[in-house]
């Protein structure tokens, strides 16, 4: 007796649902990942080597700059074999990409938990201030990397400065919609804001975190003053 025609069809729907699932599962997987299109490590064991891998970059490009840093310099801080930082990055130009992102990903989830104790927007941006040249003073490094994204990868760099001013102004804008943050009549305010307190803060971080050891509680004492006189309704 044939075999019923609707439960080959059924069968292959199924197994065709099931393929188009696991390639969906591995598109997402690759897109979070930070290794190169088509590199993204399947075990636990090759996450740890694509971590030990970025962290040997960040030191690397940190100290010698992405012209003087090389492959070979990373995959011997890392303790690797050349293939395998082949295993995982396209080139050299691929893995300072991804540092560029790793590292602004850092500053970002430095900051982010000492904003949940903020009584207000204001004490807000004095937290992450403080939080951020606390950062900076144990990783100096993320200033060289960061300024020669503008020319190693110009669209990390732009996107490390938009977010950062993105994520300042939602902060801003939900202390004017509580009457915490005066409200300035242009459509620019909250943008104009939120770059001009990232800038401080971007110079304060180089001065007082990478060239100095001063006080990141006084520093933000004394800059929080200008943010709460030029923002306090």
């Given at each position: 007796?044939?075999?019923?025609?609707?439960?080959?069809?059924?069968?292959?729907?199924?197994?065709?649902?099931?393929?188009?699932?696991?390639?969906?599962?591995?598109?997402?997987?690759?897109?979070?990942?930070?290794?190169?299109?088509?590199?993204?490590?399947?075990?636990?064991?090759?996450?740890?080597?694509?971590?030990?891998?970025?962290?040997?970059?960040?030191?690397?490009?940190?100290?010698?700059?992405?012209?003087?840093?090389?492959?070979?310099?990373?995959?011997?801080?890392?303790?690797?074999?050349?293939?395998?930082?082949?295993?995982?990055?396209?080139?050299?130009?691929?893995?300072?990409?991804?540092?560029?992102?790793?590292?602004?990903?850092?500053?970002?989830?430095?900051?982010?938990?000492?904003?949940?104790?903020?009584?207000?927007?204001?004490?807000?941006?004095?937290?992450?201030?403080?939080?951020?040249?606390?950062?900076?003073?144990?990783?100096?490094q993320v200033y060289r990397i960061i300024d020669e994204a503008e020319f190693v990868d110009p669209d990390g760099f732009r996107k490390h400065y938009m977010t950062t001013a993105e994520r300042i102004a939602a902060r801003l804008q939900a202390g004017k919609?509580?009457?915490?943050?005066?409200?300035?009549?242009?459509?620019?305010?909250?943008?104009?804001?939120?770059?001009?307190?990232?800038?401080?803060?971007?110079?304060?971080?180089?001065?007082?975190?990478?060239?100095?050891?001063?006080?990141?509680?006084?520093?933000?004492?004394?800059?929080?003053?200008?943010?709460?006189?030029?923002?306090?309704?």
């Open positions: 007796m044939a075999g019923d025609p609707r439960g080959t069809r059924l069968a292959g729907t199924r197994e065709a649902d099931g393929s188009a699932g696991e390639a969906a599962a591995t598109r997402a997987v690759e897109s979070s990942s930070p290794a190169s299109d088509g590199k993204a490590p399947r075990t636990a064991r090759g996450e740890r080597t694509l971590r030990k891998i970025l962290d040997a970059a960040l030191e690397e490009f940190g100290e010698k700059g992405f012209s003087e840093g090389s492959i070979v310099g990373i995959t011997s801080r890392a303790r690797v074999a050349l293939g395998t930082f082949y295993t995982y990055f396209d080139s050299k130009e691929a893995v300072f990409q991804e540092v560029v992102r790793d590292m602004s990903a850092q500053v970002r989830d430095h900051v982010a938990p000492v904003l949940q104790s903020a009584s207000g927007a204001l004490e807000a941006e004095g937290l992450a201030l403080e939080s951020f040249l606390r950062f900076v003073a144990t990783h100096r919609d509580k009457g915490e943050v005066v409200k300035v009549d242009s459509p620019l305010a909250t943008e104009v804001e939120a770059w001009a307190i990232m800038g401080m803060n971007v110079f304060l971080g180089l001065r007082f975190g990478v060239w100095g050891e001063d006080s990141p509680a006084e520093v933000t004492r004394v800059a929080n003053q200008l943010i709460r006189r030029g923002l306090k309704p």
